[in-house]
Structure formats: C-alpha cells, structure tokens
T-cell receptor, first 113, second 110 residues
Framework: DAGITQSPRHKVTETGTPVTLRCHQT?????MYWYRQDPGHGLRLIHY???????DKGEVSDGYSVSRSKTEDFLLTLESATSSQTSVYFC????????????FGPGTRLTVL | TQLLEQSPQFLSIQEGENLTVYCNSS?????LQWYRQEPGEGPVLLVT?????EVKKLKRLTFQFGDARKDSSLHITAAQPGDTGLYLC??????????FGGGTRVLVKP
C-alpha cells in the first residue's frame, strides 16, 4: 500500500472557523491532489500540486487554499468553513510518468455545523 | 469540463449473477482507470486501460475501453459478496489530472 496518511480523520467544526487538513506521503511522489466526495458527485478535484510550492486549482477550488512546502506534505485550508463544505476529503498521490494512476489516503470526514 | 457519466447509479444483485457497469463520455481520454471504494476507505485502483478496444481481465472482472476511447465498461462474472462496493471510473484527458464519474454502488447479496 502507498504510504499516505491524512489527519485528522474526523473533525466537527463551526461555521466561520478556519480548518486545515493535512496529507502526508512517504512515497516521494511528485503529484498530490485534494478531492471532496459527496453523494451523487463522485470525486471532485479541489486543488493539486505538481511540486514543492507549485499548485493549481481544480474544478471546485472556491473557499479552499493549499500549500506544499515539502514534497511529503500537502495542506488543505478552509479559511472560513461553511456548511456546504461538509464532506469527505481525500488526498491522492501519483508519480511522474505512467498514466497518472493515483493512490488515495483514507479520507477525512469534516462536518461544519 | 469533460464529464463522465456512470450507469447505473446503484445495482443490487444476488450472489452468482453477472453485472455490467458503464462509463460514458463525449470526450476522448488518453487512458481510463477503474477504482473500487469500500465504506470508510479511499478508492483503490483496479485497472488502467489505454488503447482503444483494449480488454483487460482481472479474475472475474473484465474491463473494456471503447474503440474511440470515450467509454468503458466493467463486467463482473458470478458476483460474490466481496465485490460489494462503489465502483468509480476516471478518465485522463491529458496532463496529470483525472475526471471521475459519479460512481456505481454495487450490492451483492448472499
């Protein structure tokens, strides 16, 4: 199994508070991704990174920011959480070359009250 | 935005029956992947298909990529309760991003 961990695994927070989710990998993969998964929507890309300090937006990036200061860590921040951001968040990694096969972390269940 | 439509959204069958899940798009993909996800876990890659018309078999699972590389199917023969899960297709248009379908939830009853 690819070495990917996410923390926290569960979080309950209140509307308007900042939240940071962490993804950590031990595979030294170049690419890292943050997705959210909601019923009926499959996985939707929030942001991704193609190297240290190199990030780009996905299809649902509004209200989210990311940072990658080290190869192994990719942080997702909700500056001011809203109830619409209640979801399960998955981090994924992939290496250079190949067909972009992605390996996923175990997910973080976030509830915004 | 390139969309991938999966059908059906939900499938409930008895152990031993066969099933097929479809993944369709109007866009061409350089490759297409199938993932399976169990409750409380992240998706796990099953297979990648790259060539139009390609067929890959993984035990009782058969994956096919359409000739035009716009669609794919997953066929499970003699389904077992262990096949229960959410099946996701994901297309790679270009570069290093994937577009995911909405998923097909499969329930195999003993």
């Amino acid at each position: 199994d690819a070495g990917i961990t996410q923390s926290p695994r569960h979080k309950v927070t209140e509307t308007g508070t900042p939240v940071t989710l962490r993804c950590h990998q031990t595979e030294n993969h170049r690419y890292m991704y943050w997705y959210r998964q909601d019923p009926g929507h499959g996985l939707r890309l929030i942001h991704y990174s193609y190297g240290v300090k190199d990030t780009d937006k996905g299809e649902v990036s509004d209200g989210y920011s990311v940072s990658r200061s080290k190869t192994e860590d990719f942080l997702l921040t909700l500056e001011s959480a809203t109830s619409s951001q209640t979801s399960v968040y998955f981090c994924a990694i992939s290496g250079s070359g190949g067909n972009n096969e992605q390996f996923f972390g175990p997910g973080t269940r976030l509830t915004v009250l | 935005t390139q969309l991938l439509e999966q059908s059906p959204q939900f499938l409930s069958i008895q152990e031993g029956e066969n099933l097929t899940v479809y993944c369709n798009s109007s866009s061409v993909f350089s490759s297409l992947q199938w993932y399976r996800q169990e409750p409380g876990e992240g998706p796990v890659l099953l297979v990648t298909v790259v060539t139009g018309g390609e067929v890959k078999k993984l035990k009782r699972l058969t994956f096919q990529f359409g000739d035009a590389r716009k669609d794919s199917s997953l066929h499970i023969t003699a389904a077992q309760p262990g096949d229960t899960g959410l099946y996701l297709c994901a297309g790679r248009p270009a570069g290093n991003k994937l577009t995911f379908g909405g998923g097909t939830r499969v329930l195999v009853k003993p």
